[in-house]
């Protein structure tokens, strides 16, 4: 079984610009997450899709966004770059149906913002 | 406000012997705790969790303890092997539907041969 698998793996862009990241999650899971990662912050929540529907969001501005796809699939986009937003994105997908369900998570798009 | 707390940034301890760490909660609804591992460049996996009506919970070497009352829960390896050593996550989520699982900042545990 194939697991969750996120493109690209690496990235530079420079402040102002837009970037997407794409997300495939486990076939049969229906809910995607995003989580950022920067040093000394841990794993700060972004937002949770569910079948195309956005479940849960966290506390981030609005250049922070994201969809779902009919097949699960997910993008996430940030536009007008700054330094700040470079960190490892990560995408994780559950069943999405049970509290007490793990996520899986991918291996991440690393962003670098000069 | 941080709801889920690692308060040792890092951790060394040698090979054989115990590890524990450590993770404090803050939000009284959160009923169900995970606890995961990251090697570099690779993303979290998941090691073992507890749910609430539990206070141990034990794999193989990993062991989670949940005090409830203290809002404090622990992971314990033992014994620790060199292949353990990366960053643990610590991880929370509501009782409330589908709530999203909250994550301390982590802990980098150094296994020394």
């Known amino acids: 079984k194939a697991g969750v698998t996120q493109t690209p793996r690496y990235l530079i862009k420079t402040r102002g610009q837009q970037v997407t990241l794409s997300c495939s999650p486990i076939?049969?899971?229906?809910?995607v997450s995003w989580y950022q990662q920067t040093p000394g912050q841990g794993l700060q929540f972004l937002f949770e899709y569910f079948s195309e529907t956005q479940r849960n969001k966290g506390n981030f501005p609005g250049r922070f966004s994201g969809r779902q796809f009919s097949n699960s699939r997910s993008e996430m986009n940030v536009s007008t770059l700054e330094l700040g937003d470079s960190a490892l994105y990560l995408c994780?997908?559950?069943?999405?149906?049970?509290?007490?369900?793990?996520?899986?998570f991918g291996e991440g798009s690393r962003l670098t913002v000069l | 406000d941080q709801q889920v707390k690692q308060n040792s940034p890092s951790l060394s301890v040698q090979e054989g012997r115990i590890s524990i760490l450590n993770c404090d909660y803050t939000?009284?609804?959160?009923?169900?705790f995970l606890w995961y591992k990251k090697y570099p460049a690779e993303g979290p996996t998941f090691l073992i969790s507890i749910s609430s009506i539990k206070d141990k919970n034990e794999d193989g070497r990993f062991t989670v303890f949940l005090n409830k009352s203290a809002k404090h829960l622990s992971l314990h390896i033992v014994p620790s092997q060199p292949g353990d050593s990366a960053v643990y996550f610590c991880?929370?989520?509501?009782?409330?539907?589908?709530?999203?699982?909250?994550f301390g900042k982590g802990t980098r545990l150094s296994v020394i041969a």
């Open positions: 991880a929370a989520r509501g009782n409330s539907g589908n709530t999203p699982l909250v």
């Open positions: 939000n009284s609804m959160f009923d169900y």
């Open positions: 994780a997908s559950s069943l999405g149906t049970q509290n007490t369900g793990e996520l899986f």
């Open positions: 076939s049969g899971h229906r809910s």
